[in-house]
């Protein structure tokens, strides 16, 4: 069993004791610990959607990056891209959110590429997954400070850590995989052939044309497509896929379960 180690705080904490008392926290678990840093250690954070104001705000994590300055270790916050629109879809808009959001003290890297398809395949051997896609540039490191939000969650029934690991590393195929474990297809109605998914596809599984189509046996899920198209002509959401995930509740925990180990 690892060790868990608390500081109390309320609504009432200031920011200032915040940054104070993780600073505190953190010189403790590594002491207790006995654990050796690296020369790079990167933040693993949630930026918060545009409009937002319940995510963990940056200057929480000041107490954090002053213990790493102090030390001559480089930092950086990482993130990866969500699977649904908005915001946090693509780096580029995702970039211009977290710097609107106050993230402007360290470098930003997302680990998962420019439009969430960059990914590495680690083997676990589990239940649901053999393997899981973890945003590549997470391997760029041996140490992480993963810093969790949490919050209730329809289908997890509370997110927390264990989330902050399995979505907050998996690419956006891996989203898709603990989500639905289903595959995108293309609305030809809104498809008006521009071809930008199929030139994301490294697998070569898009035909375009009169009638456009994903092949599901050349298809890895990697999720590219569905942000590349303009139109938004690409889906992950079938009734199949609606129905599981709401009848599958326990699938979905035992599936992020996975994706922490992997992560």
Do not use: W
Not at 89 to 111: E, R
């Amino acid at each position: 069993m690892s060790n868990i180690y608390y500081k109390r705080i309320n609504s009432q904490t200031s920011v200032e004791e915040i940054q104070k008392l993780s600073k505190e926290l953190l010189t403790t678990l590594i002491e207790k610990e006995n654990i050796t840093l690296q020369k790079t250690i990167p933040l693993k954070v949630h930026f918060g959607e545009k409009g937002n104001t319940t995510f963990i705000k940056s200057a929480n994590y000041l107490g954090i990056i002053d213990f790493l300055k102090e030390r001559a270790i480089a930092s950086s916050y990482m993130e990866t891209s969500v699977l649904y629109g908005g915001q946090r879809f693509k780096s580029d808009v995702h970039l211009q959110t977290a710097l609107a959001h106050g993230f402007n003290q360290l470098p930003i890297i997302f680990a998962d590429g420019e439009q969430g398809e960059e990914y590495v395949e680690v083997s676990i051997n589990q239940k649901h997954f053999k393997s899981c896609k973890i945003g590549s540039k997470f391997l760029d490191y041996q140490q992480l400070i993963v810093i969790s939000h949490f919050k209730g969650h329809q289908l997890a029934g509370f997110g927390g850590a264990i989330k902050q690991l399995s979505m907050g590393h998996a690419s956006k195929g891996g989203k898709l995989a603990m989500h639905m474990g289903i595959k995108p297809h293309i609305i030809n109605r809104k498809c008006v052939q521009c071809y930008a998914c199929q030139k994301r596809c490294n697998e070569a599984a898009i035909t375009i044309g009169k009638k456009s189509f994903i092949d599901h046996d050349k298809c890895v899920g990697c999720g590219a497509c569905v942000s590349a198209c303009p139109e938004k002509a690409i889906s992950i959401f079938t009734l199949e896929g609606i129905v599981n995930g709401l009848l599958k509740g326990n699938d979905f925990r035992e599936k992020i379960v996975e994706y922490a180990y992997a992560a």
